[in-house]
């Protein structure tokens, strides 16, 4: 659930390059199961790639659905810099207004905690509060003064959001990005309309399907969102091209907000890595949950973008051959990993 895809590593539709030849040969030597591949130029989704199987004999289709893991907070930061643009939210309006968290009912630096913090990881929390003894939720520093990514912080939003606007976040992301980035195959969490059989279930080092808890039964702001490659490029695409924002805010969706170490930061939902060759800037956010490693990375200036997305522990191993292979800058990316 972490975003650490920087220090952890680093034609047509149907069309497949020389460039990808190598991709079986790679699922099978780092036994990952499956693979996603969405690449895009010029600010559009111009392919998608899927290889390896979902079963023994069973071939990954086109539209295989995966869960994406953290790849769900960049959406929830646009669902919530939507709201902004519509004067339904406010980026800096303390978020105890509509919501406190019962474990911090107490410790009055509920008071000063806002949107911003959430989307920039400057909330105070823990990834999540049964990482401290207490299994409690808890401030471990002041809202707004250090980086610490924390997917409490999405879902203490979620809840504000909520409550306030009396729908649930499945709804408020149907309609303010699923419907508006042409997103007809994903969701938040199981429901009538799944077909498991698409489904990329979770698989271990070794290849193995061990992990089985893989129904998402309730939405999470920070995890677990379910959706198909071409779903999530056109998504990726979308924030490219502005994702519908006044110019304004979606600047400042692409501003530094907080330091997370020398030469990275965090703006609103996304790493932000600058001085890039050619004038060029990155935004990259990466998902680890058991089973799931998925990555995005958008170059705002040349309007490219790849989206990477596997169903085994071992899929980070995939992320230098095809940032190399689609990012003009994916060798510098993978030289400012190092």
């Known amino acids: ?34 693979v996603g ?15 390896g199987q979902l079963a023994e004999g069973v071939a990954a289709p086109y539209d295989t659905i995966w869960n994406v893991a953290s790849l769900t907070k960049p959406v929830v930061a646009l669902l919530t810099l939507k709201l902004v643009a519509e004067g339904k939210w406010s980026l800096d ?9 019962p474990d911090v009912a107490n410790d009055p630096r509920h008071k ?26 808890t401030f471990n520093a002041d809202p707004g003064t250090k980086f610490g990514y924390s997917g409490e912080g999405f ?21 303010y990005v699923f419907d508006a980035a042409g997103m007809p195959d994903t969701r938040h969490l199981w429901d009538a309309r799944m077909d498991e059989a698409r489904f990329a279930r979770w698989h271990d080092g070794e290849g193995r399907n061990t992990y089985t808890d893989h129904r998402t039964t ?16 056109r998504f990726a695409a979308w924030v490219l091209n502005g994702a519908g924002l006044p110019p304004a805010l979606f600047n400042e969706m692409l501003k530094q ?47 490219q973008g790849v989206v990477v997305l596997t169903n085994g522990d071992n899929g980070v191993r995939l992320y230098p051959k095809l940032i190399t292979d689609h990012l003009d800058v994916g060798a510098e990316l993978l030289e400012r990993a190092n």
Do not use: C
């Not at 650490?4 to 590593?9: D, H, L, N, Y």
């Not at 959001?161 to 408020?172: P, R």
């Not at 309730?218 to 677990?224: C, F, G, Q, R, T």
């Open 1 to 34: 659930m972490r975003n650490r895809i920087v220090s952890a590593v680093l034609s047509s539709m149907i069309a497949v390059t020389a460039a990808a030849q190598g991709i079986p040969a790679l699922l099978k030597e780092h036994k990952i199961p499956a």
């Open 37 to 51: 591949i969405g690449v895009i130029r010029d600010g559009k989704l111009q392919r998608v790639e899927v290889y």
């Open 93 to 101: 309006e303390p978020l105890a207004k509509h919501w406190v968290d």
């Open 112 to 137: 000063k905690l806002t949107t911003r913090h959430v989307l920039s990881h400057q909330t105070g929390f823990k990834n999540w509060r049964w990482l401290e003894e207490s299994k409690k939720l």
């Open 155 to 175: 879902e203490y939003l979620r809840r504000a959001l909520e409550q306030k606007l009396g729908k649930s976040l499945a709804q408020l992301s149907q309609t």
């Open 218 to 233: 309730k939405a999470n702001a920070a995890d677990d969102l379910l959706t198909t490659v071409e779903d999530y490029g």
């Open 257 to 303: 907000q907080a330091t997370m170490r020398p030469g990275a930061a965090f703006s609103l939902g996304w790493e932000l890595i600058q001085d890039l060759p050619n004038g060029e800037y990155a935004l990259i956010h990466s998902g680890s949950d058991e089973g799931v490693k998925t990555l995005v990375i958008l170059l705002p200036r040349s309007k």
